[in-house]
Structure formats: structure tokens, C-alpha cells
Nanobody
């Protein structure tokens, strides 16, 4: 099992920045990919970004490219999401996720992940 705990959410004005963190514990050696998803009220959980835990290759949703950056610190078992130029439509609960499966996929769908954090609220005011 892998345990994930997010932090860093909050209220920010449009155009501002936030950095989310996700601390991983447990069987972290088994993690292959980690990602961020978000879910707004009444909507589905959407892909934001993903990163290979070893190697560091990244992918992003089109809606956040150029504004968000996903990184990881393997020595601290921590995943980050730097969010700049935030927009009101970025408002959502942000979830950290981990997958220990090696799949020929983009890791942009929730079903491809095995472990989830509890989520952290990000609210962007206009």
C-alpha cells in the first residue's frame, strides 16, 4: 500500500500562484507514475498532470500547459504541483494519485491509478 497526503491548497485571486504538495509513504518503491487530478462540484475527476517517478517524464492536460508544473523529489517521496496564472475555472478539489502498474497508456485516467490522497481544496476568486 501507498499512502498519500496532499497539502497546500487554499484561496487565491485570479492570476496568483499556489504550490501543492503530496507526501507519499508506505511501499513507495513500487510507484511507477504519480499524477494530479481535480474535481469541481458536479463534474467528473479530470486529469491535470502526471510524472514518471523514476525518469521524470511529464504530461499535462491542455488546459494547464504552460501554467502548471509537476515535479517530484524522490529523496523526500514528495510530489509537487506548481500552479501559476490561476483562473477561476481552476477551482476544484485537487487529488494526488499513484500507480504501481506499468501500462502502455498516458496515465490520464483515474482508473489507471491505484492509490489516492484525500484531496485539497483550491479556490480561485475572480
Amino acid at each position: 500500500q501507498v499512502q498519500l497526503v496532499e497539502s497546500g491548497g487554499g484561496l487565491v485571486q485570479a492570476g496568483g500562484s499556489l504550490r501543492l504538495s503530496c507526501a507519499a509513504s508506505g511501499r513507495t518503491y513500487s510507484v511507477y507514475v504519480m499524477g494530479w487530478f481535480r474535481q469541481a462540484p458536479g463534474k467528473e475527476r479530470d486529469f491535470v498532470a502526471a510524472i514518471r517517478w523514476n525518469g521524470g517524464s511529464t504530461s499535462y492536460a491542455d488546459s494547464v500547459k504552460g501554467r502548471f508544473t509537476i515535479t517530484r523529489d524522490n529523496s523526500k517521496n514528495t510530489l509537487y504541483l506548481q500552479m501559476n496564472s490561476l483562473k477561476p475555472e481552476d477551482t476544484a478539489v485537487y487529488y494526488c494519485a499513484a500507480s504501481n502498474r506499468v501500462l502502455p497508456v498516458l496515465y490520464d485516467a483515474p482508473v489507471q491509478y491505484d492509490f489516492w490522497g484525500q484531496g485539497t481544496q483550491v479556490t480561485v476568486s475572480s
